[in-house]
Each structure stands twice: as structure tokens, then as C-alpha cells.
């Protein structure tokens, strides 16, 4: 019983390089999200998805691609990192409603230097 | 725009002692609202949630939290706290865009 897989756990970036996060999850949920998590700040929206093909974005989307080609799968793209960008990110799922817990992956701490 | 605040931003109990996380909302159509615990380097999981019925609602390890809609607030309470509580817990609302809105967190840290 997997529920949310991410990786990397831990990623080290230079300032202008790219990189993508990955995220799956074998529940069949329709909706998954990116969150970013930053001291003091809670966790912020950055991109979700209500179903394959379908992204939108949340609260702090610049700087960040996504996309969904299958149900399992919502890679999170970091085109050109910044060090504005150093973050532990989470992944979350949970079927299309807003009364469902969402579940959430191990999260990725990723640095740019 | 939806909000979610917590009150503390440290709290620091003896073993044993009770604790209460102050949580208050702003109104966004539907009342859905949880509380998450984050152990130190894990992910978030679920504590317990309130989506209508009872107002107090009692969840795992526990904690218990009452929902109180003319304070438009969701306090999360322990009779009696252990070491291993220590964690950072965040208060949750439901979105519009089927998101969660968290408040900033509340870390917890429990004296033995």
C-alpha cells in the first residue's frame, strides 16, 4: 500500500538549472496538488490537478510547470530554480471533494545554491 | 479570500500537562476542517477532520477538537500530552479549488 510516492527526498540545484519532482499515487484520485512548505509559513498552494489533462494553479505557481498525462502521475517542473525556490515540497491526493482528507507523499527538500 | 490562523507559534508543555491549539477560520461556503501533525522530518497526517454532526469531534492518539461556529473556530485539545506529541501541527480548511488552506503551524515541544 504505497500512497503517495515521492522522489527525490533530497535534491541540491544550482541557481538556473531545472529539475522535476516527481509524484504518484495508486489511490485513483482524481485531485492532486503541490504544495511548498517554508518556516513560519505553513504550506502554500502552488499547482493542482482535478483529473487527467486538467491543472490549474494555486497561490505561488510562478516558476512551476505541471501537467497530467495519467491519473497516477502529476510531476512538478522547476524551469529555472532560484534560491527563492530552496523549499521542502509536498505532494498530496485525494478524491474530488471538499470533505476528504487529502494524503501526502514524504516530501522532497530541495536547496538551490 | 479563505484563511486559516493559529494562534501559537511555539508552545512548550510538560508531560502530562493539557494542551489546547486555538484554530479559527474564515467562512467559505462549506464547513470542512481538519487538523494535521507533522513528526519531525515526516509528512503530514491526518488527526481528525469536521464536516457537520457532532461539534466535538475526537480523533487518533488522543486529541479531540470542537468545532464552535459563532467563534468560526476549531481548537484541537489533549488532556494530557507525551513526549512523543512533539510535532508541528496545522490547522486546515477546505478550498474552493478543492485545496487545503493551512494556517502556519504550531510546533509543539513536550519536556519529559
Known amino acids: 500500500n504505497a500512497g503517495v510516492t515521492q522522489t527525490p527526498k533530497f535534491q541540491v540545484l544550482k541557481t538556473g538549472q531545472s529539475m522535476t519532482l516527481q509524484c504518484a499515487q495508486d489511490?485513483?484520485?482524481?485531485?492532486m496538488s503541490w504544495y511548498r512548505q517554508d518556516p513560519g509559513m505553513g504550506l502554500r498552494l502552488i499547482h493542482y490537478?482535478?483529473?487527467?489533462?486538467?491543472?490549474d494553479q494555486g497561490e505561488v505557481p510562478n516558476g512551476y510547470n505541471v501537467s497530467r498525462s495519467t491519473t497516477e502521475d502529476f510531476p512538478l517542473r522547476l524551469l529555472s530554480a532560484a534560491p527563492s525556490q530552496t523549499s521542502v515540497y509536498f505532494c498530496?491526493?485525494?478524491?474530488?471533494?471538499?470533505?476528504?482528507?487529502?494524503?501526502f507523499g514524504q516530501g522532497t527538500r530541495l536547496t538551490v545554491v | 479570500a479563505q484563511s486559516v490562523s493559529q494562534h501559537n507559534h511555539h508552545v512548550i508543555l510538560s508531560e502530562a500537562a493539557s494542551l489546547e491549539l486555538g484554530c479559527n477560520y474564515s467562512?467559505?461556503?462549506?464547513?470542512?476542517l481538519f487538523w494535521y501533525v507533522q513528526y519531525p522530518g515526516q509528512h503530514l497526517q491526518l488527526l481528525l477532520k469536521?464536516?457537520?454532526?457532532?461539534?466535538l469531534v475526537k480523533g487518533i492518539k488522543g486529541f479531540e477538537a470542537e468545532f464552535i461556529k459563532s467563534k468560526f473556530s476549531f481548537n484541537l485539545r489533549k488532556p494530557s500530552v507525551q513526549w512523543s506529541d512533539t510535532a508541528e501541527y496545522f490547522c486546515?480548511?477546505?478550498?474552493?479549488?478543492?485545496?487545503?488552506?493551512f494556517g502556519k503551524g504550531t510546533k509543539l515541544s513536550v519536556k519529559p
Open positions: 498530496a491526493s485525494s478524491y474530488v471533494t471538499e470533505s476528504t482528507e487529502a494524503f
Open positions: 489511490m485513483n484520485h482524481e485531485y
Open positions: 490537478s482535478v483529473g487527467a489533462g486538467i491543472t
Open positions: 467562512y467559505g461556503g462549506t464547513v470542512n
Open positions: 469536521y464536516f457537520s454532526g457532532d461539534p
Open positions: 486546515a480548511s477546505g478550498g474552493s479549488q478543492g485545496n487545503l488552506i
